[in-house]
């Protein structure tokens, strides 16, 4: 019993301390359990009635909602930012918040600074912060992420929100759609092809340009914007007769007449995107155009300029340029044209692409050109171009027109009205001045001073002869002195016929002199080309001479060889013949010793015909004495042999 007690009497003795152990893990699970319960309920309730939207950078809502929140006076009050300059935004508008810092100077007066202006300094959210605002009753929980850290770009926008429904979202993005687009109204996006991975890239966005600014032929511009709008609004029209949903218009004529800025004008004003295609670019392909054509909006614009260079990439644009390189480009360009031009387009790919069945649907369609005689007649036909406006250096007309332009008119009471409300319906999109002084003082001149000034304009003006960017030049120099302008046309003119005739007679020597050098460095290719011709034959015939002396000579061996033989067969002849008569040994031996001579001799007559041939007559010689003395000796021997 004693031993029993020793042994129980420890663990009667830590009763107390396994209770305690015992508490702690009671404890601890009781509130891990809690835990985990709490989390799970915190994210049944996330799910059940959080909302998360996420914007990329790639697509229009992001810049709508950056456009938004860059209003917002808490978006700038946040707690954690970056300090730029750069608050410039994809659209091209400015995204200053409300905590953004200005100097006064630069509010009272905004000027330029060495060149350049005056830059302010933004207070921006950082990344990978959340942020919150107050929207509607609601409290929006708002995180800006990078998906491409390493290379700086790719943003996204993350915003959850505590609703049973998404309607609060749907009301948030179309708030911060119609802000962006009353912001941006006054701009034309413009976008590039991306050949590299077949895609659309934004370029920037640029300043609407009213159509009153584009002094064209009368009536060409309304034409166009009633045919633009005509068609935008004909979908159902050509849904029932089958006709595909396509417009394209060819603008064809002089370089310098405004063909590009009238496409910019009518962006404008309906209000659509650029998409511009550059058929010569680098890794430009069929499959690529036929991507890029497929990817192309609805409701836009798309331009290829300069429709004539897309396959010939000429550098001359001139009336008597063919498209093809000159003769002394020519041997430089196609050493270096598998190096620097990569584009494997043609043309049966660029009809597919326009017309074809992945062609893309709704997109007005415009072409430049300054020859459309080099226009394959399937490119230019109706269904691919369906209107031609042909575009021509300036007239008398378009120089008034344009002066007009350039120096405004006093404001008087009688069109004071009409100036609150123009007719011009380009006029009404346009954005207001921000600067009440004008950087450049214009005199102000009255209705018909400017009437005046501008048909003497008109009249100094030689028609169909300057080109429309010729006298925009001109009247960009002379943009303050409207009364001068007038009085230093026509010596103006003169000297830009004179400088053309310069750059004419520049280039006829040039051309001439490019022609000589072709004609000699031809004529010297075709001498050099000869003499190696000569020399080649030369060294043909001596071949050929060399060839024949050896054929020669081996037929003059191999004659002589044969006559050797045969007269060897004759010398063994005539030796069975003897010996068959002859009995003594002294004649054998003297004959076998002749014919061991012969045979030798033989063989050294095959080094030179005229030896072989006197070597041959001395064997016959020798032969024959030998054939004489063998019959002698063996006539007198028998008479020898009767004596005793």
């Not at 007239?395 to 344009?402: H, P, R």
């Not at 102000?444 to 003006?461: D, G, Q």
Request: aromatic share 6%.
């Amino acid at each position: 019993m004693d031993a029993i007690k020793n042994i129980l009497s420890p663990l009667a003795m830590n009763t107390g301390a396994i209770q305690d152990t015992l508490k702690l893990v009671v404890i601890g699970g009781t509130v891990e359990t809690a835990r985990r319960v709490s989390v799970s309920a915190w994210n049944g309730f996330i799910d059940s009635f959080f909302l998360t939207a996420h914007f990329s950078q790639e697509d229009y809502p992001y810049d709508w909602l950056m456009h938004w929140l860059s209003k917002q006076p808490a978006w700038g009050r946040s707690r954690e930012f970056e300090i730029t300059t750069r608050s410039v935004a994809r659209s091209g508008l400015t995204q200053s918040t409300a905590g953004d810092l200005e100097d006064e100077e630069d509010v009272e007066e905004e000027g330029l600074v060495h060149g350049r202006r005056k830059r302010k300094v933004a207070f921006m959210p950082s990344v990978d912060t959340t942020h919150t605002i107050y929207y509607r009753g609601h409290w929006l929980r708002i995180t800006r992420t990078k998906r491409y850290p390493d290379y700086g770009q790719g943003s996204a926008l993350k915003i959850s929100v505590v609703a049973r429904n998404n309607d609060i979202l749907k009301k948030l993005v179309l708030e911060a759609k119609r802000e962006y687009e009353k912001d941006a109204e006054h701009r034309v996006h413009i976008f590039m092809a991306d050949t590299t991975y077949g895609c659309w890239r934004w370029n920037g966005a640029r300043q609407k340009r009213p159509m009153s600014s584009i002094v064209l032929q009368p009536g060409v511009k309304d034409m166009l914007l009633a045919d633009c709008k005509d068609f935008l609004t004909s979908e159902e029209w050509y849904a029932e007769r089958g006709i595909p949903f396509r417009r394209g218009y060819l603008l064809h004529g002089v370089p310098g007449s405004g063909k590009t800025s009238l496409i910019h004008s009518l962006a404008g004003e309906l209000g659509l995107d650029i998409y511009v295609v550059s058929l010569s670019s680098k890794g430009m392909s069929d499959n690529t155009l036929t991507t890029l054509m497929g990817h192309v909006p609805s409701r836009c614009i798309l331009l290829l300029e300069d429709l004539d260079a897309a396959f010939t990439r000429s550098v001359s644009r001139d009336s008597s340029s063919t498209g093809t390189p000159t003769a002394a480009t020519a041997s430089t360009s196609s050493s270096t044209t598998e190096s620097t031009d990569g584009s494997t387009l043609s043309l049966s790919g660029l009809l597919n692409s326009l017309d074809g069945v992945a062609a893309a649907e709704g997109r007005l369609l415009f072409a430049t050109t300054n020859h459309i005689e080099r226009l394959d007649p399937a490119l230019s036909r109706p269904g691919r171009m369906d209107v031609w406006v042909n575009f021509t250096h300036a007239t008398k007309w378009q120089a008034e027109g344009i002066f007009k332009c350039f120096f405004p008119c006093k404001p008087t009471s009688n069109n004071a009205a009409s100036n609150a409300a123009p007719t011009d319906a380009s006029q009404t999109n346009l954005p207001l001045p921000k600067r009440k002084d004008a950087a450049h003082v214009i005199p102000l001149l009255s209705e018909e001073e400017i009437s005046e000034l501008a048909k003497c304009f008109a009249a100094a003006i030689p028609e169909d002869e300057l080109s429309v960017a010729a006298l925009q030049g001109y009247l960009l120099k002379n943009k303050t002195r409207p009364r001068e302008c007038v009085n230093e046309v026509e010596e103006w003119v003169i000297q830009e016929r004179e400088t053309r005739e310069k750059m004419k007679k520049e280039k006829a020597e040039r051309e001439a002199k490019e022609k000589k050098e072709a004609e000699e460095k031809a004529t010297k290719e075709k001498e050099e080309k000869e003499t190696k011709e000569k020399e080649q034959k030369e060294i043909k015939e001596k071949l050929e001479r060399k060839e024949a002396r050896s054929k020669a000579k081996k037929q003059l061996a191999k004659e002589a060889a044969k006559e050797v033989a045969k007269t060897e067969k004759t010398t063994t002849t005539t030796e069975s013949s003897a010996s068959s008569e002859s009995e003594g040994t002294g004649v054998d031996a003297d004959t076998e010793e002749s014919v061991t001579s012969d045979d030798d001799d033989a063989e050294k007559s095959e080094e030179n015909k005229e030896e072989v041939t006197k070597e041959v007559k001395e064997k016959w010689i020798a032969v024959k004495g030998s054939t004489a003395t063998t019959t002698d000796s063996s006539t007198t021997t028998p008479a020898a042999d009767a004596d005793p």
